[in-house]
T-cell receptor, first 116, second 114 residues
Framework: DADVTQTPRNRITKTGKRIMLECSQT?????MYWYRQDPGLGLRLIYY???????NKGEISDGYSVSRQAQAKFSLSLESAIPNQTALYFC???????????????FGSGTRLTVV | KQEVTQIPAALSVPEGENLVLNCSFT??????LQWFRQDPGKGLTSLLL?????REQTSGRLNASLDKSSGRSTLYIAASQPGDSATYLC?????????????FGRGTQLTVWP
């Protein structure tokens, strides 16, 4: 099984619909992130969470919300999807400094979202 | 805000060539820099993490260097193979943090043909 699992892998939804993307991890990492990737662009941070009670906005949080249900679960919601939210969405995890775990990120395989 | 730039945007080479991919960043107050590989339609795989105290980091045919003072990092790929075809991204942490939130470059799309 993958260390970071994202569901669904692909989704087509209509404008105005609410949609949730889910992420779960078995790495035991405290830190979780949601990034968005658009064609020809690098990844941009949407939201991040450094522990279960910590939620922070990233570069492009407008139109998105998140929930950290447990250390291992971090979901991203689009309350009312719009076409310019069509993108590839990635969940990622990393260990906190000083925990003894190796540095570096672990990414999920991504969710390809199309809003029509 | 940190700006991360990668040059070239795309590169196509025959198998066996040695390659250099470049990454530059505007704020040199970083603790580390990370190189990732992304295969089409897939997630990112971490290749190398260089701490600011290091000048180089090696993994197999990959060698990454970091020059904080000039705001540059290079990823050297020796004896390239078709399996190296992918997009390579570099990333640095936000705001002087050790890890966590990352700023990404747009990547270099590498094609190695037989």
């Amino acid at each position: 099984d993958a260390d970071v699992t994202q569901t669904p892998r692909n989704r087509i939804t209509k404008t105005g619909k609410r949609i949730m993307l889910e992420c779960s991890q078995t790495k035991g990492h405290d830190r979780m992130y949601w990034y968005r990737q658009d064609p020809g662009l690098g990844l941009r941070l949407i939201y991040y969470s450094f522990d279960v009670k910590d939620i922070n906005k990233g570069e492009i949080s407008d139109g998105y919300s998140v929930s950290r249900q447990a250390q291992a679960k971090f979901s991203l919601s689009l309350e009312s999807a719009i076409p310019n939210q069509t993108a590839l969405y990635f969940c990622a995890t990393s260990a906190s400094p000083g925990t003894g775990a190796s540095y570096g990120y672990t990414f999920g395989s991504g969710t390809r979202l199309t809003v029509v | 805000k940190q700006e991360v730039t990668q040059i070239p945007a795309a590169l196509s080479v025959p198998e066996g060539e040695n390659l250099v991919l470049n990454c530059s960043f505007t704020d040199s107050a970083i603790y580390n820099l990370q190189w990732f590989r992304q295969d089409p339609g897939k997630g990112l795989t971490s290749l190398l993490l260089i701490q600011s105290s290091q000048r180089e980091q090696t993994s197999g045919r990959l060698n990454a260097s970091l020059d904080k003072s000039s705001g540059r990092s290079t990823l050297y790929i020796a004896a390239s193979q078709p399996g190296d075809s992918a997009t390579y991204l570099c990333a640095v942490p936000w705001g002087g943090s050790t890890l966590g939130r990352l700023y990404f470059g747009r990547g270099t799309q590498l094609t190695v043909w037989p």
